[in-house]
């Protein structure tokens, strides 16, 4: 029968892994938002004269797909660990499409 002492250690190993792989989640994540940035900034020094609304529309692309993606990883990390309530903030749009 174990200790209570190895017992205890045995507990904070395991808390020490469950951080270790929860730091290496949000690097992981840091370093997808990094891409995604440097993509939208690089499409604001496109010069597309053909279509002036092509890199805003590349740019909205990028921003909704990766929304989407961490909205349902959200809900997902919600339904496995409910420790606190994913809080989605819906932005108001300011241009209206006409077409």
Known sequence: MPGKHSQEALEIKAL????????????????E??????RIKDLCFIN???DKYLSLRKIH??????F???VKDMVITEQQEPQEMAKIIELPTTRKSNK
């Open 16 to 31: 020490k892994e469950i951080i270790e792989r929860k730091d290496r989640e949000i690097k992981d994540i840091k370093t």
């Open 61 to 66: 692309e990028i921003a909704s797909d990766n």
């Open 33 to 38: 938002c990094a891409e995604h940035f440097k």
């Open 48 to 50: 597309n004269y053909g």
């Open 68 to 70: 989407s993606a961490l």
